[in-house]
C-alpha cells in the first residue's frame, strides 16, 4: 500500500515536472496576463442561490447552488433578462441529478459542463461564456 501510494506520488511529481509547471526552461514563458481589455469585456451575473429538496440515504436533504453566468459586457443586459430562464433549467438538472453523485469529488467539474450546456441552449454561446460554481452543498 506503501509503495502504490509512492509510485502514485512520484508520478504526479514527474508528470508536473515535465509539464512545465515548476521548470520555467520548458515552458514558452510566463502566463499570458489578461490584457485590460479582454478583462473590460467581461460580465459576471449571479444567479440568486437555487435551493433543492433531495432525499439522502433515505433522509431529507438539500443541493444549495450558487453560480455566476460568464457573459461579455455587450451582452450583459440581454442575459441578465435571461437569467430566471437558466435558473428554472439549473433548478431542473439539480432536481433530476443524483445528489450522491454530485457528492463525488469528480463529478464538480461534469456538474460545471452539465450547467454550462444547460445555459447556452437558454441564451446561446454568444452570450454564456461560461458557468462558474461559487457553491456546491448537499446539506
Excluded: C, W
Excluded at 478583462?39 to 433543492?52: E, F, H, N
Excluded at 439539480?94 to 469528480?106: C, M, Q, S, T
Excluded at 467539474?109 to 450547467?115: F, P, Q, S, V
Aim: proline share 8%; net charge positive; glycine share 8%.
Amino acid at each position: 500500500m506503501v509503495g502504490l501510494a509512492a509510485a502514485l506520488g512520484l508520478a504526479g511529481g514527474a508528470g508536473t515536472v515535465f509539464s512545465g509547471v515548476l521548470n520555467p526552461l520548458l515552458t514558452d514563458g510566463p502566463p499570458a496576463l489578461a490584457t485590460s481589455q479582454a478583462m473590460a469585456d467581461i460580465a459576471m451575473l449571479p444567479i440568486p442561490p437555487i435551493i433543492v429538496p433531495v432525499r439522502v440515504a433515505e433522509r431529507p436533504a438539500k443541493i444549495r447552488l450558487t453560480v455566476h453566468i460568464e457573459t461579455t459586457a455587450r451582452g450583459a443586459e440581454q442575459t441578465k433578462k435571461l437569467l430566471p430562464r437558466i435558473a428554472d433549467v439549473i433548478n431542473g438538472y439539480l432536481r433530476a441529478v443524483d445528489p450522491e453523485i454530485l457528492a463525488e469529488p469528480r463529478s464538480f467539474e461534469k456538474t460545471r459542463a452539465a450547467l454550462l450546456r444547460r445555459a447556452r441552449l437558454v441564451a446561446g454561446e454568444d452570450l454564456v461564456r461560461d458557468v462558474l460554481i461559487q457553491e456546491l452543498l448537499i446539506v
